[in-house]
């Protein structure tokens, strides 16, 4: 498996192309692309065969070996590779540690070891045990074991920590990785870490140049412990981290980051050059019973960023969630059946919202690739800003009713 | 015969010469229904986080709804505007809703049945008294549109004994179908079904099968049974209905879904059955086999790289094993969704097997095969064995 940059696009934006995969040589996707978070290698809510529905186009699973830390005997003795074993084999696969859409517990560190919040407690992974769960994984691209605990406010201390280890980590990772005649062919994503410290980034980078011929990938780890709330990071103040890596890999390597990115935010960090993401933050809006439906065309009209179907105006709206999208939910099912759904807390009020979300994340994206053939990504950056700001309005306003502090 | 305004056609396709099983297609407004069939149960017009184009794909008919719940929420205004459930929730196949009476009786305790109808406290904030007629019923009913509906009737536990209380819910059920009938609104798209009681007194089932008949509806329902009584009295009551309901007709058995039943029942002559089981008990990780149910939960599943069930054609057991399901039962929604899947496909595949042995001049062998897989040690339950026994069936 190989990433190329499309050599006639500048620097930031930039298209690219992943290809060559393994047993899928006809499979060609191309980049800034966003990864199908899964847990467990399911997407929340919707299963494969309801994947199927939403898109044909081949895709890459993102499964967190915290949601996959149950299997580490039964993956042992069935021998075949993550995407099967999960029930897509059609589907590519990328393994990352922590699950984004999940608040990562901080602290807990010692030495070459990370610690990993299952479901039924804390386990401890070293580099020999991370790389024995990649080889029984076979997947096509992984991330290597890093310590990605910082976030804007982490002390230099735990910083220059967090670089420590991961830069130890990642050595040992690989030296297993260059062994193994099973990851022969699989994509190396390698974490870049060093919180909000320009210093402690640039550390990082260097320290690992010497492996960089075995490293396809980098990933702008450390910006964040996961969860809902990297959809409210402020851009400015990830900007100069993410510039400064960007400028400092080889301009060949794929860049990624993870997490519940707004798209907004997705779009801005597309501008500064980073070609991989994931749907964490599909999960995060289903999750508050919300649909996207931001328009992007140039001419759509904008009703809302995003709509809550739980609110009772929707009861007798029988709309689709978005006028116009061809999405097997806006194809078939109404705001007020989904209203109704949720209401009676059924589980295909969620289906039904996260069916749209998936979708409209991957029209979005495509919308991305076409806005930087054309050249106008600011267009699509000032649509989407816009529509954003007046959600915050909303958002604001709807506070200030709670607060009892709006006149009528 | 066939009358093109009438919104049920029923014709047998085959007879088993030693039991009373048949097989029939049943064309209703939204499409032709293969019987015997299994209904699963859609309560709030949805069915455990599938997709109506999944369900529909896996070859389901018909599915049932409940006119209590829906009456609630979204209730009876939304449907209206909506256009009734049929639309609401996107399935143009059949539908069939019950009568609401049963579901207050069961989980309100604190129903009071008067001949007006069934008197209960609402489960709104409110609190208030609520009444709810055989002609609110059908009102409610006429609204969501389904393909079959149900008459309200007088619903009687099969384990109360007193015989007095139990004769007047059968003439007050006849009474009320008389005003379902009066009052139902879409006689040329809705069939309305009887249901017929007298828990497990044969006289006073006799007696509701007497005056339903004259009636002239286009199928009939045995309800008051699956409530707890035993399987030795269960049996008898089926076999004496479709003894005296006529055979050009549908017979809907209401509440029984459980397999070894569902095969018993179809050598009785039963046409219809539904039942939450199998849908329901997905959500604890259980699946459906030929053979019992087996609870993916347990650890001895941990390492096993088997589907669910080699011979079942559902997408779940394609695509996943045991090992893998283990893993995600009853903690993520989309393992409901799976195990859903392939216990709708059970039922449905188990049905499809009863219509094909019956139709192959098989279904005595079927039947022996299939108990003695269940009970290799030949240690047959008595009402499986005497009820077989009954429509001239050994078990070997």
């Not at chain 1, 059609?90 to 990352?96: A, E, Q, Y």
């Not at chain 2, 048949?22 to 939204?30: A, D, E, F, T, Y």
Request: contains cysteine; hydrophobic residues 35%.
């Amino acid at each position: 498996m190989k990433f190329t940059v499309n050599p006639a696009s500048q620097r930031c934006p930039r298209l690219g192309r992943l290809e060559a995969f393994i047993d899928k040589p006809e499979y060609s996707l191309e980049t800034p692309l966003v990864l199908l978070h899964t847990q467990g290698g399911q997407i929340p809510h919707v299963t494969h065969e309801v994947l199927k529905l939403i898109t044909e186009d081949p895709q890459i699973l993102q499964i967190p070996l915290v949601s996959m830390h149950c299997y580490h005997e039964a993956i042992r003795l069935y021998n075949g590779r993550v995407s099967e074993f999960v029930g897509n084999k059609d589907c590519l696969t990328c393994i990352t540690v922590h699950d984004p859409s999940n608040i990562t517990k901080q602290g807990h560190h010692m030495k070459d070891k990370v610690p990993i919040f299952t479901r039924n407690g804390k386990v401890l992974y070293d580099s020999k045990m991370y790389m024995s769960m990649i080889e029984q994984f076979k997947p096509d691209m992984y991330i290597l074991l890093s310590d990605g605990d910082t976030n804007i406010s982490s002390p230099n201390k735990r910083i220059a920590k967090a670089v420590e280890s991961t830069v130890s980590l990642t050595e040992q990772c690989i030296e297993i990785h260059k062994e193994s005649e099973v990851l022969k062919e699989t994509f190396v994503i390698a974490p870049v870490a060093g919180g909000y410290c320009l210093k402690s980034r640039q550390k990082c980078i260097d320290l690992m140049q010497k492996n960089n011929s075995y490293i396809q990938g980098y990933l702008i780890d450390g910006l964040h412990n996961n969860g809902s709330e990297v959809e409210f990071i402020s851009f400015a103040e990830v900007k100069p981290v993410v510039d400064l890596v960007v400028q400092n890999l080889s301009p060949n390597k794929l860049v990624a980051v993870q997490g519940c990115w707004s798209p907004l935010n997705i779009i801005k960090l597309v501008k500064s050059g980073v070609d991989l993401y994931d749907t964490s933050y599909c999960r995060i809006l289903t999750e508050r019973s919300a649909a996207i439906i931001f328009a992007m065309e140039p001419q759509e009209h904008s009703e809302a960023y995003e709509i809550n179907l739980r609110q009772p105006k929707y009861a007798e709206d029988f709309q689709p969630l978005l006028r116009g999208c061809n999405c097997v939910a806006c194809q078939g099912y109404s705001r007020g059946y989904i209203h109704h759904l949720l209401t009676v807390q059924e589980l295909l009020g969620s289906v039904l919202i996260m069916i749209h979300n998936i979708y409209y994340m991957l029209r979005f994206f495509r919308k991305i690739r076409d806005c930087i053939k054309n050249g106008n990504l600011d267009d699509l950056e000032d649509k989407v800003a816009t529509q954003f700001k007046l959600l915050q309005l909303d958002t604001d306003k709807d506070m200030q009713v709670v607060n009892g502090s709006v006149d009528t | 015969m066939s009358d093109p305004k009438k919104p049920l056609i029923f014709e047998l396709v085959g007879k088993c010469t030693t039991t009373k099983a048949r097989v029939g297609k049943m064309i209703l407004p939204h499409g032709p229904v293969d019987t015997p069939v299994f209904m699963p149960v859609g309560t709030q017009g949805t069915l455990k986080g599938m997709l109506p184009e999944q369900l529909k794909s896996m070859g389901l008919q018909i599915m049932l709804a409940n006119t209590y719940h829906l009456g609630t929420r979204p209730g009876i205004d939304v449907l209206r505007k909506a256009g009734g459930l049929h639309k609401f929730m996107n399935w143009d196949n059949n539908l069939l809703t019950d009568s609401g009476g049963f579901q207050m009786v069961s989980l309100l305790k604190l129903a009071e049945i008067t001949e007006e109808g069934v008197k209960f406290q609402s489960l709104n904030e409110q609190k208030n008294e609520v009444m709810l007629t055989p002609e609110h019923s059908i009102e409610i009913q006429n609204t969501i549109g389904a393909d079959i509906i149900m008459q309200l009737d007088d619903v009687v536990k099969t384990t109360i004994p007193d015989k007095a209380r139990i004769e007047e819910s059968v003439h007050r059920t006849t009474r009320w179908l008389d005003r379902c009938i009066k009052v139902h609104k879409n006689p040329q798209t809705q069939n309305i079904f009887p249901i017929v009681q007298g828990t497990l007194y044969e006289d006073l089932r006799r007696k509701s099968i007497a005056d339903h008949v004259q009636r002239g509806v286009n199928g009939f329902a045995i309800g008051g049974l699956s409530g707890g009584e035993s399987k030795d009295d269960f049996w008898k009551i089926v076999h004496l209905c479709t003894d005296l309901l006529p055979n050009n007709k549908p017979i809907y058995l209401m509440g029984v879904g459980f397999a070894e039943d569902l095969v018993v029942c179809c050598a009785l002559g039963v046409d219809m059955f539904d039942c939450v089981f199998p849908t329901r008990t997905a959500r604890f990780g259980c699946a459906l086999l030929m053979t019992g149910q087996i609870n993916l939960k347990k650890n001895t599943y941990a390492n096993d790289m088997n589907p669910i069930d080699k011979d079942c054609s559902c997408n779940t057991c394609k695509k996943y094993t045991r090992a893998y399901l283990h893993g995600i039962v009853t903690d993520l929604p989309v393992a409901c969704h799976l195990l859903t899947e392939h216990n709708v496909a059970f039922q449905l595949r188990l049905m499809r097997t009863i219509r094909e042995n019956i139709l192959n001049g098989t279904f005595v062998e079927f039947v022996q095969n299939f108990m003695s897989k269940i009970y290799p040690d030949k240690n047959y339950p008595s009402w499986i064995r005497d009820s077989l026994d009954a429509v001239h069936i050994t078990l070997l």
